[in-house]
């Protein structure tokens, strides 16, 4: 590395990281000395730079945001964390960019998210702690324990009223026999909720066997029975049953059956605006999934919209020069222009007639 310089700069948290991962960051470094075999080998500061890597390094991803990889990139290691960003960084290949999602004032930090910004804030701040030991204070995190955040934290990873015309969440009775629905109080039974998750769990456990193992028939039948169990006790904007839905929207892929995958696809839809709102670059992905699978299956009209959509939010976080983003735009074009081939030949049609 030319510039070592800016690693030795890095935050490495030595001090405040506990016995058991020190070890491991020794034992590794030993291991270094040991292939490298150089003379005047600082083993401390290998163990250290492990340290640093851990808490600066970055997920490389694709366009797509399929990981690549790990890599450290010591001048955006710079920049802080928010659960709230003001800032996306993308990867075009190896090169990292980071590009504002706002309008971000004169003087004010630019910050981008480490980590799944769509979790409760006990969730996020858990993860910071575990992986980059600091408690966030950002706005969102700042709400912790105010109403607001518990109700958010309530929708993202809790329960949903036994009425399903009801679309109130649920928090804990204070006897601890089961869970009050905060908008028409309605009380759900503690023992109902579990008897449900644990046959969510155990369906789980299969279903990961079974599409590891390739088994993706038997994989999809057991996702949408966990979809159909995840329905009845998670609220509809629950982030559970999101991922439940990109696990099947992913496999329906594989399988090419792309009517339900467009089912599957629109279903997130709602949910992903509300968990990632603005320009988010999760959220265009997902409406260019939707669009490819509109157009595959011959709805044009709809397809533009989701393709506009899409290019309307991954122009400010992927930049419009990238092979992906020109795609994008070639795929819109193309849509618009069947959409008006189909149009002209309806109106030819009825001249005809
Ligand atoms: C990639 S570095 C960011 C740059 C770092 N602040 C520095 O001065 O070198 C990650 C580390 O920065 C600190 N950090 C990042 N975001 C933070 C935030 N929002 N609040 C407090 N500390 C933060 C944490 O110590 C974290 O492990």
Known sequence: MDNYNLVEALVSHMSDIDEK????????ANLVNLILQLPNIDIKEIAENFSKFACN???????????????L????????????????????GRLAVVRAVQHIPKDSEVSISYVE??????????????????????????????YDD????????????????????LLRESDEKGFVCQQCGLIRNKEEIRKIAS?????????????????LQEAIVLYKNIEKLQKEV???????????????????????EWKEALAICRLTIPVYERVYPGFHPLLGLQYYSCGKLEWLLGETDDAIKSFTKAVDILRITHGTSTPFMKELLMKLEEARAEASFKLSSREDSYITL
């Open 150 to 169: 518990i109700q958010e934290s309530a929708i993202l990873e809790g329960y949903r009223c036994r009425d399903n015309g009801c679309s109130g969440f």
């Open 73 to 92: 990139y010591p001048v955006i290691s710079i920049i802080n964390h928010s659960c709230l960003p003001n800032a996306v960084l993308v990867f075009e």
């Open 21 to 28: 991962q020190l070890l491991l960051y020794a034992q590794m």
């Open 199 to 215: 046959d969510i769990k155990a369906l789980s456990d299969k279903a990961l066997k079974c599409s590891s193992s390739g088994n």
């Open 57 to 71: 390094a970055h997920t490389i991803c694709d366009s797509e945001l399929r990981s690549l990889g790990t890599g």
């Open 117 to 146: 910004t769509a979790a409760s804030t006990i969730t996020r701040q858990k993860t910071l702690k575990e992986q980059y030991l600091f408690t966030c204070t950002c706005v969102r995190c700042n709400k912790l324990g105010q």
């Open 234 to 256: 998670c609220h509809p904007f629950s982030i559970i049953l999101m991922r439940t839905r990109e696990k099947l929207l992913e496999i329906l892929m594989q399988l090419e």
